[in-house]
């Protein structure tokens, strides 16, 4: 049946310079530009809404934020355009296993709404560096966890997320790839350095409906095309691409050749490319991090309205992560199907021929699909879906890293900075990020033979495991101390580098040709090996914990899960500290005060500079602080998300169980 296919394939794939004519449809550039208008008018309206003169008001979004935004916006900050491209292109390669790495968040959004959220809302913190420096004191794990989750949103979020966005619009426009990848981020950059959470989180909203509606269009122009559900399945296991010799090469039949167990979920704990011990508890253990004690994830449930809110957004974003199943992965194994030379080609010089990259085409699988199967009009909508997975991911990562940056760094290096100063630094930082996070792009191509779900799975497995061990051990382990955390944090991170950098070295290798990694490092798949660093980690920071001194309970009121609802009053461990920081504090001067003429008036309103309103007295101070760490629910709003939370761990246990 593929080699039906396989012809039409073999003439069209090789034109891809004739593609940008197909964008070029009044119809699609019609439904482009109407989307980037509406976007910015979200943006603007989100911007005017807000408050964005003050850290909680550009940071948190005043902490206002209802349940459908709030869901709407973690599912959009997580489903990006590296997801489209990803996971179709994992798809395409081997089947449906590795939508594991979506569903395992079924369950963890529960565990942040219901166990993690409840923790910082008391605490009171804005970021994840500032719970650990009020849960362990110091600074050295707050400066730590600063740096180290930037180099991550770096190396990992922005760098994948641009890569796989200019992917699709290389593709789509034939423009230079660098020069493509420039205008969006200017676009985003814009809106995420002048709107603050806020305008992220309700165009984040937009994005995702845009995405669910588009990809569900094109989800079923795919089935449509090959003939529906059954005959995708027999279709599959016979995409097998016509040219597999060459270039003096000797090819495995396992290279191109669809894997037996492609629609299994659950596949061999020793041989398989996703072994089921990995998936389940490998991937859950960095899950437990991304979705639990990521900066990105966090600030928005922090910016909730209340406990009800947060946990009703959770539950949303559950069952939203349901669809990259039917909406990516499927629709990458349908593009493996009807375009099978381009996207499973095996041969270098092939490759090269087809997407300009010998480790392989399986990324192109879900922008080939679009290009080549939608129609005018659902083309440029499907670009806007591309887009807007793109820039919701990268404007909440932008937000995220800024507050990072600003709240735990910049304020360590400028004790006395005012708040206007401190807008102003998280907003040029963002700048910073962009150019880092361009230059990492060539690495991202050829990590983990081409596959980006491989990239971003084995990166987060060197690095997130002693991150999720410290934050799971602070909330439910009152016994943990800052020496056991930190000396646990270092020798995880020495640990996980030691693996990273010597793969990067020597390279993940090819079905081809295998790389020259030692065995001793390398030869432990990458799942395996995050939970052995979890484990490492774990005996680490609870062996120094035990032989050095305790915290007092004093200092933990309602900073762990033990002490979650003790009301008496807490001292911070660095409560001195903080004293003196206060007393030294300069008058800030109220720049509305002062007169300015039309320009200097208009900068102030395009960054949220103005006059914000009169200062709060020291009672309303109180009063609005005990509004912020307030955790309580009304009864029956308490009991709806409860059982909502219960119906969605059930449609959980069934879809593992149908796909198993």
Request: aromatic fraction near 10%.
């Amino acid at each position: 049946m593929a080699s039906t296919l396989s012809p039409s394939t073999v003439t069209e794939t090789p034109e891809t310079p004739a593609l940008p004519k197909r964008i070029q449809s009044a119809a699609d550039i019609s439904v482009i530009i109407i989307y980037f208008i509406v976007v910015i008018a979200v943006g603007i309206w989100a911007m005017l809404k807000t408050n964005r003169g003050t850290v909680g008001g550009f940071f948190l979004a005043g902490r206002d934020v209802s349940w459908w935004p709030m869901g709407a916006s973690l599912f959009a900050s997580n489903i990006g355009s590296g997801h489209f491209v990803g996971l179709a292109g994992t798809g395409a390669a081997t089947g449906i296993a590795v939508v594991a790495n979506e569903w395992n968040a079924l369950v963890l959004v529960l565990v942040l709404g219901w166990f993690f959220v409840p923790i910082y809302i008391k605490a009171g913190i804005m970021t994840m560096p500032e719970y650990l420096k009020k849960r362990f004191g110091g600074k050295r794990l707050q400066i730590y966890l600063s740096i180290l989750s930037l180099v991550m949103l770096m190396v990992m979020q922005i760098s994948s997320n641009i890569f796989s966005g200019a992917i699709f619009i290389q593709l789509a426009f034939g423009l230079d790839l660098y020069l493509a990848i420039f205008i969006l981020l200017a676009i985003t950059a814009v809106y995420t350095i002048t709107g603050g959470l806020a305008s992220v989180i309700y165009t984040d909203t937009l994005q995702a409906a845009i995405m669910i509606i588009g990809s569900l269009i094109l989800t079923g122009f795919a089935f449509a095309e090959v003939g529906g559900y059954e005959s995708f399945t027999e279709k599959y296991m016979n995409a097998i691409p016509t040219v597999i010799e060459g270039d003096n090469l000797t090819i495995n039949p396992r290279c191109y050749t669809p894997q037996e167990d492609s629609f299994h979920l659950f596949r061999d704990p020793i041989t398989g490319d996703i072994p089921w011990p990995g998936m389940m508890f490998g991937m859950s253990i960095i899950a437990l991090y991304y979705w639990c004690a990521d900066q990105v994830i966090v600030q928005r449930c922090l910016s909730g309205k209340n406990m009800s809110h947060v946990k009703a957004a959770c539950i949303l974003c559950g069952y939203l992560k349901l669809l990259p199943m039917f909406l990516m992965v499927m629709p990458g194994m349908i593009s493996r199907i009807l375009y099978t030379d381009k996207v499973a080609c095996v041969i270098p010089s092939e490759c090269e021929k087809h997407c300009g990259n010998e480790v392989g085409c399986s990324n192109y699988a879900y922008p080939t699909l679009v290009m080549e199967l939608m129609p005018d009009g659902l083309r440029g909508l499907m670009l806007s879906v591309m887009l807007a997975s793109l820039m919701s991911s990268l404007t909440s990562i932008f937000n995220s890293a800024s507050t990072v940056f600003t709240m735990n760094i910049y304020t360590n290096v400028r004790k006395k900075a005012s708040e206007r100063e401190l807008l102003i630094a998280g907003r040029l930082f963002i700048l910073v990020l962009l150019v880092i996070g361009l230059l990492w792009v060539p690495l991202v191509q050829v990590f983990q033979k081409g596959q980006l779900f491989h990239y971003l799975g084995s990166i987060s497995s060197y690095l997130g495991p002693p991150l999720a061990t410290v934050f799971l051990l602070g909330v439910f382990c009152k016994r943990v101390n800052e020496p056991g955390a930190f000396w646990g944090l270092l020798s995880g991170l020495v640990i996980g580098l030691t693996r990273m950098i010597t793969e990067f070295a020597y390279g993940t290798g090819t079905c081809l040709v295998a790389s020259n990694c030692p065995k001793i490092i390398c030869g432990v798949h990458y799942m395996y090996f995050g939970i052995i660093l979890f484990c490492v980690t774990s005996v680490v920071v609870l062996a120094v914990s035990f032989l050095t001194k305790p915290i007092p309970d004093v200092h933990l009121y309602r900073l762990c899960w033990a002490l979650r609802n003790s009301t008496e009053e807490r001292i911070d461990i660095d409560a001195e500290e903080k004293r003196q920081d206060e007393v030294d504090d300069p008058i800030e001067d109220d720049p509305s005060e002062k007169p300015h003429g039309c320009l200097k008036r208009s900068y102030n309103l395009f960054c949220g500079l103005q006059k914000t309103g009169p200062k709060l007295t020291k009672e309303e101070e109180e009063a609005l602080k005990k509004k912020l760490t307030d955790t309580s629910e009304q009864p029956l709003w308490r009991n709806i998300v409860n059982i909502n939370a219960i119906l969605l761990l059930a449609v959980t246990v069934f879809v593992y169980t149908y796909f198993a």
